[in-house]
């Protein structure tokens, strides 16, 4: 036996071939950009021994950043944004990766920079679980 799904005119019943939908159109906020932060990443970073100069790094690859986390890094011109030398930048760089918060890889030749999800996110959510598994497989 098939079954068979249609729309219904109630006044006529008349049946309609074809789908009737509500489509809402999409909400918009004040904020050009977004992501979401996790509140116990924060907590770490706040107790970590990081310095002002790592922080303010920090920030700047927060700003740039693209959807699902990927981080274009430009040193020369990032640091040029927040006023520190690019030896300082690239110093910060390895600090934040070391601590685990910004995550590297090279891919045929061109390296990869990424939040680690666990500290934030921007993108959809379930990008997110797909990276939070895949940065556990990789562990």
Request: one cysteine or more; aromatic letters at 6%; a positive charge.
């Amino acid at each position: 036996m098939q079954r068979r799904i249609a729309n219904v005119d109630v006044e006529t019943g008349e049946v309609m071939d074809g789908l009737v939908a509500f489509i809402t159109p999409k909400r918009h906020n004040a904020f050009n950009g977004w992501l979401a932060m996790a509140q116990t990443a924060l907590l770490q970073l706040a107790a970590s021994d990081l310095r002002g100069t790592d922080l303010k790094v920090l920030l700047i690859c927060l700003a740039k950043m693209d959807w699902d986390n990927g981080i274009p890094i430009n040193q020369s011109e990032m640091s040029r944004d927040i006023g520190i030398a690019a030896s300082h930048f690239n110093r910060s760089l390895k600090r934040l990766i070391d601590f685990g918060i910004i995550t590297r890889r090279v891919d045929q030749g061109i390296k990869m920079y990424r939040l680690n999800p666990h500290f934030g996110w921007k993108g959809s959510a379930k990008n997110h679980r797909q990276a939070v598994t895949n940065l556990k497989l990789s562990s």
